[in-house]
């Protein structure tokens, strides 16, 4: 019997028996008379029976530890009450070997900051406290050693901590890598992405990752981080269209509809999450620990990092709301020619409606699509009608058909981010990857996802016996090394079960998807019998039960078969994808680019969904097998997700199934690291002195033994044919000694260069001493003769400046005396001008008093005056009507009162005057402030031409008040001449010629002569638009094309002065140019004019102005007007000569110029040269087309009304006028 004493530790056997229930630790509190009192692990007290035999704890576990090799207690309930007693303690990481258990912990423990990272940087595994930080630096630190491809191999069932695990390794990782880089940022920010995309809620997890990724980040040879490459594997997407209890559908859902704006809501037509059956199945909205709305900015954030533009995001949320829209879409039965037949409900149809707008497909070809199939029979196609059953299958298939193809792109571009393509061949890339995939699942209902997931779980299982047991088994047997050999679970049956041997379930389920009348029902037959007696298959106990079992390392799952082949066909429709090509939508026709560039049959010969997943399962192992893999095993302590919660049982099936305890044992025993023979030389010779390198030893296996004896002593070491096996202490003694004596020798190295490096100084030193005292000495004398020879100048400097200063003081002295006489002048010159200025004002406002004064004297003077007279006059008056005495006392009388008025009358004349003056002021200052401003086009022809819309001034016959004196002149001259009033001229014939096709354009074409063109220009031109005989009407056209240019303000004036000064003259402009215009001329007056003009054309250019101005003066007589016609100004301007040649042309002015001296000239010529019209007309149309000025644009218009009203042009030119009037 055992002997206990209080407060021992022992193990007691658990009340209740079970599969997964194994022993419990228990600590002594009352042992008396064979009474033994216990209280275990969880607080409970237990009186053992004296006849039950109690087992002692080993030391090891009593207080646990951090590698569980090292337990003394080798069995399961030691690991469980290690793991358990380390979870209380909140640490969460143990160590079996280099292999890492970690509990999730349900809670945010603060061992993930900066300083853990640099803590655990550079530490071999088991320096520290177990961390998963240690793990990834290891891969790393093994990376950089032995230039081999790393893996981390997360693996644990769905809300173990997996996908945490990996974000945390891929963290420590961009922190070592020493770049810190924006792609270090882009890997990390994938995982946001990857995350909103393809995790969800469930039971289990509230983040489970409903996918498998296999993220391999690239290292160039220094070590840095300079790519990454995501792979992605069985997104679940039946979970878009159904969740079960107490689940969510995934993250971006709930984040999109949380995080987006109102006013993208209204454009999406999104309300919340309870509206939409797709995100309401499993009756649980919310999700503790999530904050979506924040984590939407996240992943928005995320997006823009990884280098997703806006439009690909405002994309993927027209995709996501279509889908959404598209579940709540419901069905009606009906009939259709007696068959069985849908269509969609009232509320459906309007979020019909709402999915084919945010498609870009039409909604009636949605409608098709979602309740109508079509079938190709020989050669023909038909329609038919599906019943409700078959529409929601085919409305659930085209929204997963979708999102997965969009999951796929998204994993696309990221990997189009964060890949760089090797450059460098000749440098050597390494990689770590991190496989973090779904863990085994054991659900109510499974169906064919299970089957997938959990084989893979099988293929890394096996990848973990056999590297773990099978490989360093046989390593030891062909190395010949003493070993015990460890029985342990190998699935390897499971395995050819599943998809490995002939006629397995995976080829059986591909074989009956493509039989067209293979049924769910006729694969589970053919799966009983052709798997019936195999002893990892299971049949269910009643036939009517469609579904199978599977004995898998982690337990029995039975499959519910269906929808397995649908799944497994994973087939998108013809109509839905002809559906999609009918999109106007770009990025969702991109998501179809593979299924479009496949032909129908092509596509019935895709792979099926399990041949894809089987064929990338296989290229990920063969990655796998290619590296040297570190293993997280991630355990779940509780399904309620709460943290310092542990349940046993689920602990201990999570540890038997993945095999730790054959692990421990094999770790325990084996020998994990080897070297061979060569390089363990060359790493660890420096232990033992005098030991050569390895190629030249003769005998490497002897020179591994010697190092070994001589630095491990004892220790459990063994040698075999190649290599060196040792443990994982051992492995980590030898560096922790390599480090000391590298250090050691390090130290002498150093002492041996700083001597040398010291002497070389010091003789530099002392030579640079002996070069400095040289040439101080010399400066120091250099310095002692040039501070002699400053004293000196300075007292020579002193002494002149003594001299200078008297002679300063002398002359300064007189200076000022000749200053105070200057001075004095200039102040009584200034003084007397002052005198003389002011005596000047005031006898000036003395003369402006006395002018007034005058004035005003004058004005009473002529006012007396006035009266005398009038007193006169009036006194005559009155004689004749009375005696003269009273007449001149009535008179007297009179002009006493007028006397009394006298000075009022002064006043107001006085008044008058001021006013008048002011009021000229004033126009003068108006005048020059009008000069300033900007001339307003409009507002001129508006006072020239606002009679047309005037239809009382029309009826009235006024014209507009530009024209107001010329209205007068004109009266006043019919009036004169008693023309007739009542004449009216004759009314042309209407002509209905069509006259859009005369174009000034074309006329110009036609007839200009040279290059000339019909826009506007701002120069002179050489020679006549039109051709002309006479050389005088060539010269006359060249002087009016000028003058134009200068009344449009297109040409400056010239800058000469004129000297005439007349009086002012102030006749309106109207006036003076109908006065000038506005006669008649006979024909004897036109033939007279024409002579003198040929006459004045014969003369030579250079002839004098007086032997011109005969002629000139008569030519103006007959251009104007006769007599009183013409205004005294511009006939005694005329007949002085003033129109003067210049610049080689006898009729252009060399002065500036009025405008009405400009239309005296223009008109005239016109009016004179009957052959100068149409190139008159032709110059003005030419300046109004495409005139950019507004200003000359006007007076270009006002030119050619003025012109019209005095002259007509040609036949010719008459159409394209009134084209270009028009």
């Known amino acids: 019997m055992v002997i206990l004493a209080k407060g021992d530790w022992v193990w007691i056997d658990p009340e209740k028996r079970g599969e997964f229930v194994v022993p419990m630790g228990a600590q002594v509190h009352f042992s008396d008379s064979g009474r033994i009192g216990v209280t275990d692990d969880d607080g409970k007290e237990h009186w053992i029976k004296p006849n039950v035999r109690l087992r002692y704890m080993h030391t090891t576990s009593i207080s646990g530890v951090e590698d569980m090799i090292s337990l003394g207690d080798l069995h399961e309930e030691a690991i469980l009450r ?232 405002w994309e993927i949320m027209k995709v996501l709301a279509a889908l959404l829209h598209i579940g709540n879409i419901t069905y009606n039965e009906t009939l259709v020619d007696n068959m069985d037949a849908v269509e969609i409900s009232d509320r459906g149809i309007t979020n019909m409606h709402r999915a084919a707008k945010l498609l870009e497909v039409r909604p009636q070809d949605l409608n098709d699509a979602l309740t109508t199939k079509t079938i190709f029979a020989s050669g023909e196609i038909l329609t038919s009608c599906m019943n409700k059953l078959n529409s929601l299958d085919v409305r659930d298939a085209f929204v997963k058909g979708i999102y997965g193809r969009m999951f796929v792109w998204i994993v696309d571009t990221i990997n189009k981010a964060i890949y760089k393509p090797q450059k460098d061949m000749k440098s050597k890339r390494t990689s770590i990857g ?176 399990g041949t894809q997943f089987k064929k990338s399962l296989e290229l990920l192992m063969k990655t796998l097998g290619a590296c040297q893999p570190f293993f997280v095993r991630c355990i779940k302590p509780n399904e309620y997700k709460k943290p310092m919660m542990f349940d046993r049982e689920l602990c201990v099936r999570q540890l038997r199934y993945s095999g730790m305890m054959e692990t421990i044992r094999i770790r325990r025993a084996g020998y994990p690291i080897r070297h061979r023979f060569a390089d363990f030389v060359d790493r660890y010779r420096i232990l033992v002195s005098g030991q050569v390198p390895s190629h030249k030893e003769h005998d490497n296996h002897a020179a591994s033994l010697r190092i070994c004896k001589q630095v491990l002593g004892k220790a459990d070491f063994q040698l075999g044919k190649t290599r060196v096996f040792l443990k994982d202490a051992q492995d980590v003694y030898l ?56 004293g000196y100048m300075r007292l020579q400097a002193l002494f002149r400046s003594r001299v200078l200063s008297s002679r300063f003081t002398l002359l300064r002295r007189r200076i000022i005396n000749f200053q105070r006489y200057c001075r004095g002048n200039l102040a009584r010159r200034l003084y007397s001008r002052k005198i003389n200025s002011v005596i000047k004002i005031q006898a000036g406002f003395r003369k402006v008093l006395a002018q007034r004064k005058f004035r005003r004297m004058k004005i009473e003077h002529r006012k007396r005056m006035e009266a005398e007279e009038e007193k006169r006059r009036k006194e005559a008056e009155l004689r004749r009507q009375m005696n003269a005495k009273k007449a001149k006392v009535e008179a007297e009388r009179l002009h006493k009162q007028r006397l009394a008025t006298i000075e009022m009358e002064v006043l107001e004349e006085e008044r008058r005057e001021k006013a008048g003056a002011d009021a000229i002021k004033h126009k003068i200052t108006d005048a020059e402030r009008r000069r300033d401003m900007p001339v307003d086009d409009a507002k001129v022809v508006d006072e020239m031409f606002d009679f047309i819309n005037d239809e009382q001034g029309m009826e009235n016959h006024m014209g507009p008040t530009g024209f107001t004196d010329l209205e007068a002149s004109r009266n006043n001259a019919i009036t004169q001449n008693g023309f007739d009033m009542d004449v009216h001229l004759p009314i042309p014939d209407d002509d209905n010629e069509d006259i859009s096709e005369y174009k000034f354009a074309k006329y110009a074409a036609t007839y200009f002569e040279g290059n000339a063109t019909h826009v506007f220009i701002r120069r002179a031109i050489k020679h006549s638009l039109l051709p002309l005989k006479n050389e005088g009407d060539q010269l006359a056209a060249l002087a009016v094309w000028i003058t134009i240019l200068r009344f449009m303000g297109d040409l400056p004036e010239p800058k000469y002065t004129q000297t005439h000064i007349g009086g002012q003259d102030n006749t309106p402009v109207m006036t003076k140019i109908y006065s000038t215009l506005g006669r008649k001329f006979n024909k004897k007056d036109l033939e007279d004019a024409q002579r003198m003009g040929t006459e004045l054309e014969k003369e030579p250019i250079q002839t004098t102005k007086q032997k011109n101005r005969s002629v000139r003066k008569k030519l103006v007589s007959l251009t104007l007007k006769k007599k009183s016609k013409i205004t005294e100004e511009v006939a005694s301007r ?32 016109g009016i004179l040269r009957p052959e100068l019209r149409d190139e008159i007309y032709c110059h003005i149309l030419k300046q109004l087309t495409n005139n950019p000025n507004k200003s000359s644009h006007a007076r270009g218009w006002i030119l050619l009304s003025l012109c019209v009203g005095c002259f007509a042009s040609s036949e010719k030119v008459i159409l394209s006028d009134v084209c270009a009037l028009g």
């Open 82 to 313: 290690n793991l358990f007693i380390r979870y209380n303690n909140n640490l969460i990481y143990t160590y079996t070997g280099s292999i890492l258990v970690a509990v999730n912990p349900y809670q945010i423990l603060p061992i993930y900051t900066s300083e853990e990272i640099t803590q655990y940087k550079d530490r071999k595994i088991g320096e520290l406290p177990p961390h998963i930080f240690a793990i990834a630096d290891n891969a790393y630190f093994n990376m950089k050693r032995y230039g081999h491809d790393q893996c981390v191999i997360i693996s644990g069932e769905s809300g173990a901590g997996k996908t945490e695990s990996t974000k945390l390794i891929l963290q420590f990782l961009a922190a070592i890598s020493g770049q810190h880089s924006w792609i270090e940022q882009q890997i990390l920010e994938a995982n946001p992405i990857m995350e909103a995309f393809g995790n969800a809620k469930t039971i289990r997890n509230d983040n489970s990752s409903r996918f498998g990724k296999y993220i391999d980040i690239h290292f160039n040879d220094r070590g840095s981080i300079e790519g990454a490459k995501i792979e992605q594997y069985l997104l679940e997407k039946s979970r878009i269209v159904h969740q079960a209890h107490d689940e969510r559908n995934y993250h971006i859902f709930y984040c999109m509809l949380a995080g987006m704006s109102a006013e993208e809501k209204q454009k999406l037509q999104l309300t919340s999450a309870s509206q939409f059956f797709y995100l309401i199945q499993g009756k649980s909205i919310e999700c503790d620990g999530r904050e979506d709305k924040k984590d939407f900015a996240e992943i928005r954030a995320a997006m823009k990092v990884l280098m997703f533009t806006d439009s690909n995001m």
């Open 434 to 609: 991190v496989l973090d995939i779904f863990g085994f699942e054991l659900f109510d209902n499974n169906s064919y996802e299970q089957l997938c997931i959990n084989f893979a779980n099988e293929n890394l299982q096996q990848f973990f016996v056999r590297h773990i047991f099978k490989l360093e088994q046989e390593a030891y047997a062909q190395e010949n090394i003493n070993w015990q050999h460890i029985e342990f679970v190998d699935n390897q049956d499971a395995l050819d079960l599943i998809a490995v041997k002939p006629m397995n379930i995976m080829a059986l389920v591909d074989e009956e998807s493509r039989f067209p009348k293979g049924s769910d029902e006729s694969l589970l037959q053919k799966l009983h019998r052709q798997h019936g007696k195999n002893k990892n298959y299971l049949k269910p106990k009643a036939d009517i039960n469609l579904c199978f079992g599977l004995n898998h390392f982690a337990g029995v799952v039975f499959y519910d078969v269906q929808g397995f082949l649908e799944k497994n066909r994973d087939t998108f429709s013809s109509d839905l994808l002809q559906l999609i090509q009918t999109s106007r939508n770009v990025f969702i026709k991109n998501l179809f680019k593979k299924d479009f560039e496949m032909g129908s049959d092509s596509r019935k010969r895709t792979a099926t969904l």
């Open 735 to 790: 560096e922790q000694q390599r480090e000391i004596i590298l250090g050691y020798k390090v130290l002498i190295i150093q002492k041996c260069v700083r001597g040398w490096h010291c002497r070389r100084k010091f003789l530099r030193m002392k030579k640079s001493a002996i070069t400095i005292q040289a040439v101080w000495k010399g400066y120091a004398q250099r310095k002692k003769y040039n501070a002699m020879k400053h």
């Open 1134 to 1165: 005329l007949k002085d000569g003033e129109y003067t040649t210049a610049g080689g042309n006898a009729l252009l002015d060399d002065r500036p110029t009025t405008n009405l001296e400009k239309l005296h000239f223009i008109i005239g010529h």
